[in-house]
């Protein structure tokens, strides 16, 4: 069980009643997995595990004097540790629970559904908003993050709420800037990331596949209790560079480029972070296109600052990379933030129309990925952390092309 810092949460919550306070946003609802968390502290088995969607929510009120309340099933709930800012309400689900001992007084007697119900969910959140004077509030709702059958369930159980709004935008907002737990979590999930793409390195040798070498990277995490999960292990070998859920089998050969896109979670927070290297000595080729993306890579941890606007950093970085040596080179974003995402990227992006400015207190991803037929990939990717200065490195690993002899 992750134990979260309370005072991590008194940060959120803060933030968020200010921004709810502006936009006139009476309760914020989250509903998938990394928001309910992030509001919660609970991480959702049904959620995370068993990928199920739309089967708990987290209630955030505006008003200061109001808990957050947590609305789930019955059989998950019995597993949620006591907290001061939470309460829970539930819902029935298929499984049944007994109380042969007398520990909770009164029992569950309808109906049980065959499989979770969002409409009985839906049911408890309507209840929950007229008790609390918010049923015919605006009220701020992860609308992109639920299947379409909920939504029509979610107007149909609250059909009081005078406005919807969608709350992707302002969940982005807020988790942007990462409190002192959640910066913690992400150093460590920096180090570890970095450690097993060192243990794993130390077993490369040519006839090393890309399935034996993502092994080797898992087994060099093995020894962090809290950060042995690997997040995600984009390692590619040699031309093949296209993701994969079923690691290649083939045998390396000298010359080849080995790209580890790595990942670990610690507390349901993750790095994410990219280094390349090459069986034997690099050709003039590799050295020509790498060159130019460390020279892009290295401008943006010069130049990053707070106030700087995130477009601004990748226009700059990206014309350097095309006048060094790739004229051709086209991507959609250079970075992106940390934190929560199972997919890894969350926003904002260094991206040409993003104009959020960087802030003290965000934790970024600066990439430079390349990826070219019959050659393979070549990645940098550093964690960041936004200070008053300028932008503090969270990796330790050389950012040059390293030859494995």
């Keep these: 069980m992750v134990h979260v810092d309370q005072e991590h949460f008194r940060t959120i919550t803060e933030r968020a009643r200010l921004i709810m306070e502006n936009e006139q946003i009476d309760a914020l609802i989250a509903s998938s997995c990394e928001n309910f ?14 990928r199920m969607s739309d089967v708990a929510l987290a209630v955030l ?27 829970i309400r539930t819902y029935p689900t298929w499984v049944d629970v007994d109380d042969p001992l007398g520990l909770i007084g009164g029992k569950f007697e309808g109906k049980r559904p065959v499989s979770p119900q969002a409409e009985e969910m839906f049911k408890v959140l309507q209840q929950l908003l007229a008790e609390h004077g918010a049923a015919q509030g605006r ?34 907002k807020l988790r942007a800037i990462k409190t002192p737990w959640e910066i913690a979590q992400l150093r460590k999930a920096c180090t570890y990331a970095e450690d097993g793409i060192v243990s794993a390195v130390t077993e490369i ?123 051709n080179y086209n991507r959609g974003h250079l970075g ?33 990925p390349y990826y070219g037929y019959g050659l393979g990939s070549m990645m940098i990717e550093d964690m960041v952390l936004i200070t008053e200065n300028g932008c503090e490195r969270l990796n330790r690993l050389t950012r040059d092309l390293v030859s494995i002899e």
């Design 61 to 87: 009120f505006r008003d200061p004097s109001r808990k957050t309340v947590l609305i789930m099933n019955d059989f998950e709930a019995a597993g949620v540790a006591n907290s001061p800012h939470l309460e």
């Design 205 to 327: 040798k040519e006839g090393s596949s890309a399935a034996e070498i993502v092994e080797a990277f898992r087994r060099g995490l093995m020894k962090y209790s809290d950060g042995s999960n690997a997040r995600f292990h984009m390692v590619s070998v040699g031309a093949q560079f296209a993701p994969v859920q079923v690691f290649d089998t083939r045998p390396s050969q000298r010359g080849d480029l080995i790209k580890f896109d790595v990942g670990v979670d610690v507390a349901g927070y993750g790095s994410d972070i990219a280094r390349t290297f090459v069986l034997g000595p690099p050709t003039d080729l590799m050295k020509r296109i790498y060159g130019a993306l460390k020279l892009g890579h290295d401008r943006l941890l010069q130049m990053i600052e707070p106030g700087m606007p995130m477009q601004t950093a990748f226009q700059e970085a990206m014309n350097l990379i095309r006048s060094s040596g790739l004229a």
């Design 37 to 50: 968390y992030y509001l919660s502290g609970h991480q959702s088995a049904f959620m995370y595990t068993l």
């Design 336 to 368: 992106h933030s940390a934190g929560l995402s199972l997919a890894a990227e969350e926003g904002p992006f260094l991206a040409p129309s993003e104009t959020t400015v960087f802030q003290p207190g965000m934790v970024i991803c600066l990439e430079t």
């Design 139 to 172: 009220i701020s709702v992860e609308l992109s993050a639920m299947r379409h059958p909920s939504i029509i369930a979610l107007q149909q159980s609250c059909p009081g709420i005078a406005q919807l709004v969608e709350a992707g935008p302002l969940f982005t």
